[in-house]
């Protein structure tokens, strides 16, 4: 039976996949933690604990008490905010993961944490980006994942550890509000549309990106932490995806069912210009190879599926 400690749980990701994982292996086999206690959900429906990751004491405590053998390590600035606070964000996302590799090399625990498109810049192929590729980011966010994807490496090599993670284009959910990643404009369409309200994007009209919708997403940590070892090349930093898409297609897939949706653009330069260092569609055939990586979710089966649990 698995025992889990998953971090910065009341984020993004974090509370789709506690649930979702409580279901599979039982609520009290998964523990969430985050540096705030926000009395929602994921709080409520199965063993919770404050932490704060930048703590590699507490942080050792917590997963020797709860006798875990697999940590999800998801507590990270985001793009937009980590610009804002360049060094909170690289003291939280690195020294926190580097807290989190050590406490699973001493507690012998698998490891996963995902890694982003923001670790590729200006200098990575902008189309079919290759999974092995030049990776030369701006931004203290991404700067912290390429770290990130060399340090994992750097202890599957050195002390076996089994670390394993995914490159994450931006995330779509219909349970999870903006949280400061620059793709987050994507669901702030969806709420507003779902209100009856128009949307002014910060994103330039056709501006590219990766998406996934959440339940994919989901779906694929899930996916790469059951697979056998013995498959996986790469290990760390997957390039996962389901769809490339700009504002403007978005928009449309949600006028098939409000069809007064508006859409302008005022371009926020901080975030065009991040948006701007990333990949308009990367390459996912290193993950559909080695561990069979799918999606189920396109644009407009998402769209479909958002509005539906908005309306």
Known sequence: MKR????GALGQIGSDLVFQLRQL?????????DIRNNQSEVVLSGPFHLLDVTDGQAFFNLVRTHQADTIIHLAALLSAKAEDNPLQAWQLNMGGLLNALE???ERSCQFFTPSSIASFGHSTPKEATPQNTMQRPATMYGVSKVAGELLCDYYFHKFGLDTRG????????????????TTDYAVDMYL???RGESYTSYISEGTFLDMMYMPDAIQAVIQLMETDAAKLIHRNAFNVSAMSVDPEMIAVSIRRHVPDFILSYESDPIRQKIAEEWPNAIDTSAARTEWNFQTKFNLDQMTDDMLSHLA
């Open 25 to 33: 292996y039982g609520e009290d086999a998964v523990l969430a933690t």
């Open 4 to 7: 889990i400690v998953v971090t």
């Open 192 to 194: 507003k549309a779902a």
């Open 103 to 105: 406490v699973a090399r």
């Open 166 to 181: 995914l490159r994450f284009p931006g995330l779509v959910s219909h349970t999870s509000p903006p949280g400061g990643g």
